[in-house]
């Protein structure tokens, strides 16, 4: 049996010659733009320093109570996102608790409507047809 033909070795050289190449240009540069975006996702308004946005809440806090240690008191001076943040529970494991003690959320039942009669579905333009039986 043969190798496969012309096209199938061509297409194979090409990909292997994409993979030496890279990534191009427009790819590193919103690859960079991403990371950018990433690395400042959380800037401190005092002091301008940035943090991942991958950081949690706890860090940010955290941040305000050893570099703001004026500001402890109102930590949404520094980060909005500490607008409803319980340094009392950082992790909000308590907060999780509370709201699993409640009980689970029942969604509402809506009324279906039942349409029985077989003239007013057809009616209404719908085919009725029967299942396939096992042969």
Do not use: W
């Not at 340094?87 to 709201?99: E, I, T, V």
């Not at 009324?111 to 007013?120: G, I, P, T, V, W």
């Amino acid at each position: 049996m043969g190798k496969g033909s012309n096209v199938q070795k061509a297409q194979a050289a090409r990909e292997r010659n994409q993979k030496k190449l890279g990534k191009t240009d427009e790819e590193r540069r919103a690859a960079t733009a991403k990371a950018k975006l990433d690395a400042t996702a959380y800037m401190c308004k005092i002091c301008r320093q940035t943090f991942m946005v991958n950081a949690k809440q706890s860090l940010l806090y955290l941040h305000v109570t050893a570099k703001h240690a004026d500001k402890k008191d109102s930590p949404v001076e520094c980060f909005d996102s500490l607008a409803d943040f319980d340094p009392a529970d950082p992790d909000g494991k308590n907060k999780a608790k509370s709201a699993a003690a409640a009980g689970p959320v029942k969604p509402k039942k809506s009324a279906k409507k039942k349409d029985d009669d077989l003239a007013s579905l057809l009616d209404a333009g719908l085919s009725v047809s029967k299942k396939k039986g096992k042969k």
